[in-house]
Structure formats: structure tokens, C-alpha cells
């Protein structure tokens, strides 16, 4: 069993939609990390949060840490959003980071 | 100009040749990663570096070794390549968060193939 999981591992939606991206983890945790991969292959760091909520423009990401869960939402998506999304925990145990496996994301027009 | 640099882009090499790819960061930070990324598996750590004379095995280091020139400079090496190092590698860079944790800051990746 992977440490990290992600849910789903593909996930097609309609220019529009509301999006969510689902992440569970099985370790101790100081942080967790959603990251964005494009096509290009170039990764960009999204959110970093150890608790509650955050938000950047059409991007939420939550965690509940007793749950051991935390998702990504996308509103209003766009074609744009179309990339792989990567879920990865900073373990209290050690400095590294501990990465899902991702979720590649299509948003048709 | 990018924060953070990796050279080549793109390589195609032969089994047996030795390869480097070199990262260069401008951001500062003290902390420099080397992954690998296949498809179907996340990210995988080969090499990491907290700071110059600071040098520490990932979880795939085998068939790999890295040297931190600089702060700013930090190199991965095959010494001799075998086909199954035909993957993506990304250079990373991190520096300590007040929580903690590290954000990353990463390359634009590059992609070898060994035939």
C-alpha cells in the first residue's frame, strides 16, 4: 500500500465544471503539498497546508489531519486546468517528501 | 530566467556512457533534491543535499551519485547507463517553511533516454 493515494487517476471533465481531487496519506505529516504537472513536463507548486483551508484563485485545497485527507477543488474549470496534479506529504519523520502517484486531469471545451 | 536550471533538456546515450545533468538554482535556498519520475509511479528521491558538504542517499540511489559544487550548483551523474535509468529526473530546491515543511521550487526537468 502506497503511503500516498490519490484518487481518481483519471478524471475527464466539461469546460465548467466543479472539480475534486482526492488525497489520503498514512503517515505522520508536518505538511502537505498539491503540485501541478503540464504537459510540457514542468511542476509548479500549488499549496502547502498542515491544516484548514486554503484558496488561490480558482483553487481550494483542504486537509482534515485526524482524517488523514485532503482535497483539491477546482471551480468554474477551463481547459487550461487540463495537467497532472500531484499530492505529496513532508513526513515528521524525516525532511523528504513522500509523492501519490498523481491525477491526470482533461478538461474538454 | 528560470529559478532553477537543468542542462540538458533532452539526451539520448547508449548503454555504458557516462551521463551528467547539471541544476543550477537562483533562488538561495540550501536545500537541493534530485527525483526521477517514471509513469505510473510518483516521484522518487535518488539524491539530497541540505547544504554544501551535506550529501544523502534517497530511496533510488543506486547507479547514481551527485556532487554539490556550490550552494547554487548541485549534479547528477550515471556513471554507466542502463536502459532502466530511461526516465524523467527533476532537480528541485527547497528552503525551510515556518512550519516546518519544505516548499519546493522545481526545475523544468529532463528527460533521458538510455538505448
Known amino acids: 500500500k502506497n503511503e500516498v493515494e490519490q484518487s481518481p487517476q483519471n478524471l475527464t471533465a466539461q469546460e465548467g465544471e466543479f472539480i475534486t481531487i482526492n488525497c489520503s496519506y498514512s503517515?505522520?505529516?508536518?505538511?502537505l503539498h498539491w503540485l501541478q504537472q503540464h504537459p510540457g513536463g514542468g511542476i509548479v507548486s500549488l499549496f502547502m497546508l498542515s491544516s484548514g483551508k486554503k484558496k488561490h484563485g480558482r483553487l481550494i485545497a483542504t486537509i482534515n489531519i485526524q482524517e488523514k485527507h485532503s482535497s483539491l477543488h477546482i471551480t468554474a474549470s477551463h481547459p487550461r486546468d487540463s495537467a497532472v496534479y500531484i499530492c505529496a506529504v513532508s513526513e515528521t519523520s524525516g525532511s523528504r517528501l513522500t509523492f501519490g502517484e498523481g491525477t491526470q486531469l482533461t478538461v474538454n471545451p | 530566467d528560470a529559478d532553477v536550471t537543468q542542462t540538458p533538456r533532452n539526451r539520448i546515450t547508449k548503454t555504458g556512457k557516462r551521463i551528467m545533468l547539471e541544476c543550477s538554482q537562483t533562488?538561495?535556498?540550501?536545500?537541493m533534491y534530485w527525483y526521477r519520475q517514471d509513469p505510473g509511479l510518483g516521484l522518487r528521491l535518488i539524491y539530497y543535499s541540505f547544504d554544501v558538504k551535506d550529501i544523502n542517499k534517497g530511496e533510488i540511489s543506486d547507479g547514481y551519485s551527485v556532487s554539490r559544487q556550490a550552494q547554487a550548483k548541485f549534479s547528477l551523474s550515471l556513471e554507466s547507463a542502463i536502459p532502466n535509468q530511461t526516465a524523467l529526473y527533476f532537480c528541485?530546491?527547497?528552503?525551510?517553511?515556518?512550519?516546518?515543511?519544505?516548499?519546493?521550487?522545481f526545475g523544468a526537468g529532463s528527460r533521458l533516454t538510455v538505448l
Open positions: 533562488k538561495g535556498h540550501d536545500r
Open positions: 528541485a530546491t527547497s528552503d525551510r517553511g515556518s512550519s516546518g515543511a519544505n516548499v519546493l521550487t
Open positions: 503517515v505522520g505529516i508536518s505538511a
